[in-house]
């Protein structure tokens, strides 16, 4: 998986709780994305990173969701006041540069239960 | 708007026959397209993409593509699978930027 690297790999949260799901991109990547994959469904775009910038959120869900891939670190996708249905593989890819062109490679998912 | 549709949500087939996982694609611009496959409980590795030029797309572990514009398809197809081509399937696709679009997937299983 061209070195993404996501963690938790396994997050279990009750209701109400905040979830954290970090990742970090391959070295030289300046572009993050976040999908999410619910059972038995395909992976549905949430939202599009660079460096400090909120590039395409289109996919984020409105409340208790958020994304920031800061200038230091990894990027962090945030759940606030965690609910079932949130439950779901969480997985981070990046790029370089230069749009689809670019492959895109996926980190192995970060698998959030919610009890 | 990009769509993709994966019409097969799983496909049965013994080991060493061929298969074809189909794909179809639906755009008003420009696309590029993508197979990638995802092992239990793994993240996604790609297998192959098209971009432009030849339309016939070689991938990794024998697998190739056929981008057919008329048609809407891109196909996936390998004419011998093994055990452990097991895994799901999918489609993608992006109209040039960086933002992808799935297909629903397709679960391969491969039979002794």
């Known amino acids: 998986n061209a070195g993404v690297m996501q963690n938790p790999r396994h997050l279990v949260r009750r209701r109400g709780q905040e979830a954290r799901l970090r990742c970090s991109p391959v070295?030289?990547?300046?572009?993050v994305y976040w999908y999410r994959q619910l059972p038995e469904e395909g992976l549905k775009f949430m939202v599009y990173?660079?460096?400090?910038?909120?590039?395409?959120e289109s996919g984020m869900p409105k409340e208790r969701f958020s994304a920031e891939f800061p200038k230091e670190g990894p990027s962090i996708l945030r759940i606030q006041q965690v609910v079932r249905g949130d439950s779901a593989a969480y997985f981070c890819?990046?790029?370089?540069?230069?749009?689809?062109?670019?492959?895109?490679?996926f980190g192995e998912g970060s698998w959030l239960t919610v009890v | 708007a990009q769509s993709v549709t994966q019409l097969d949500s799983q496909v049965p087939v013994f080991e060493e026959a061929p298969v074809e996982l189909r794909c179809n694609y639906s755009s008003s611009v420009s696309v590029y397209l993508f197979w990638y496959v995802q092992y239990p409980n793994q993240g996604l590795q790609l297998l192959l993409k098209y971009l432009s030029g030849s339309t016939l797309v070689k991938g990794i572990n024998g697998f190739e593509a056929e981008f057919n514009k008329s048609q809407t398809s891109f196909h996936l197809r390998k004419p011998s699978v093994h055990i452990s081509d097991t895994a799901e399937y999918f489609c993608a696709s992006t109209g040039g930027g960086n933002k992808l679009t799935f297909g629903t997937g397709t679960q391969l299983k491969v039979e002794l």
């Open positions: 890819a990046s790029s370089p540069p230069g749009g689809a062109t670019n492959t895109i490679y």
């Open positions: 070295k030289g990547h300046s572009h």
């Open positions: 990173l660079q460096k400090e910038n909120i590039i395409d």
